[in-house]
């Protein structure tokens, strides 16, 4: 589970490269430090918010530390790493929908920029 859980990170990385040349072609400024911070902001402030959402959900649901779970508790632990999740990766899907940098677009990019760098 950890390596499927990981390989989006390196998504992650490869994509805010690509996003950094498409922003200099087509404004020809090159912002890799400013795309980079504010993506490594949201990645913490996502880790922040999902580790107080599990906490929220343990609380809603019942959860006690050192005793026999209720039924419903242990559904929505269940639900917690099942469900919601899933959720998550399909509203993920849907909007990566509109990303256009596709391996043709990049290599595009790519010449355009060596060309203008001669």
Known sequence: ????????????????????????????????GMIYSSVIFFIKLGVAIGGAAAGWLLAGYGYQADTAQTEATQQGILLSFTIYPAIGSILVAFVMRW????????????????????
């Not at 490269?17 to 922003?23: H, I, L, M």
């Open 1 to 32: 589970m950890g390596l499927y859980l990981q390989y989006g990170n390196a998504v992650v990385m490869a994509k805010m490269a690509d996003v950094v040349d498409y922003g200099q072609y087509k404004n020809g400024v090159r912002i890799t």
């Open 99 to 118: 990303y256009v940098l596709d391996n043709q677009k990049v290599g595009e990019i790519h010449l355009e920029l060596n060309r203008d760098a001669k």
